[in-house]
T-cell receptor, first 112, second 115 residues
Framework: AQSVTQLDSHVSVSEGTPVLLRCNYSSSYSPSLFWYVQHPNKGLQLLLKYTSAATLVKGINGFEAEFKKSETSFHLTKPSAHMSDAAEYFCVVSDGTDKLIFGTGTRLQVFP | AAGVIQSPRHLIKEKRETATLKCYPIPRHDTVYWYQQGPGQDPQFLISFYEKMQSDKGSIPDRFSAQQFSDYHSELNMSSLELGDSALYFC??????????????FGAGSRLTVL
């Protein structure tokens, strides 16, 4: 069965400093992995996706994630946080069908 | 670009009442998904439809039913509402068969409050 584990429920950074949101996955075969962002009272927006092509995936708003099979990780990073990045971030795996399996989310706070 | 449209955005009902949520997928998308996100929880898959047929079923209560119509819009019907049904309900759509991973586009959600 597919699953994802987000290692931090909350992450706090100062504006202009790097962001690291950690995600480990469990999959019996080559997974499709995604990061979604949810701003307060808003829907879910796709940040980026990994589909067995390049292991370093670039997404929107300066975010990127690296697929590391040896570590079963798909951590999300951004070199410099912006106040508008404050949101809930979900690491997501596809179970091989169309169904998405969400992690429990990481709340990112950005301080001025 | 057109997105996934959900209505209503907010809905308040009392226990044991019935609620209906509507979802209009992105034009030409053939698959619709429903997810439920409880307060402080991650979204949980409820049900999906491909070409108007149920394609997968998750943790959807028997009190809930859904269908996809000929125009591809979908409705989620919830009966005998319970306090625990209070949640944000997301609809998503996709076009199955595209190369690469199937990417879901989510709507803004419908917030149901059961009093």
């Amino acid at each position: 069965a597919q699953s994802v584990t987000q290692l931090d429920s909350h992450v706090s950074v100062s504006e202009g400093t790097p962001v690291l949101l950690r995600c480990n996955y469990s999959s019996s075969y080559s997974p499709s992995l995604f990061w979604y962002v949810q701003h307060p009272n808003k829907g879910l927006q796709l940040l980026l996706k990994y589909t067995s092509a390049a292991t370093l995936v670039k997404g929107i708003n300066g975010f990127e994630a690296e697929f590391k099979k040896s570590e079963t990780s798909f951590h999300l990073t951004k070199p410099s946080a912006h106040m508008s990045d404050a949101a809930e971030y979900f690491c997501v795996v596809s179970d091989g069908t169309d169904k998405l399996i969400f992690g429990t989310g990481t709340r990112l706070q950005v301080f001025p | 670009a057109a997105g996934v449209i959900q209505s209503p955005r907010h809905l308040i009902k009392e226990k044991r009442e019935t609620a209906t949520l509507k979802c209009y997928p992105i034009p030409r998308h053939d698959t619709v998904y429903w997810y439920q996100q409880g307060p402080g929880q991650d979204p949980q898959f409820l049900i999906s439809f491909y070409e108007k047929m149920q394609s997968d079923k998750g943790s959807i209560p028997d009190r809930f039913s859904a269908q996809q119509f000929s125009d591809y819009h979908s409705e989620l019907n919830m009966s005998s509402l319970e306090l625990g049904d209070s949640a944000l309900y997301f609809c998503a759509s996709s076009l199955v068969g595209n190369s690469g991973a199937n990417v879901l586009t989510f709507g803004a959600g419908s917030r149901l409050t059961v009093l």
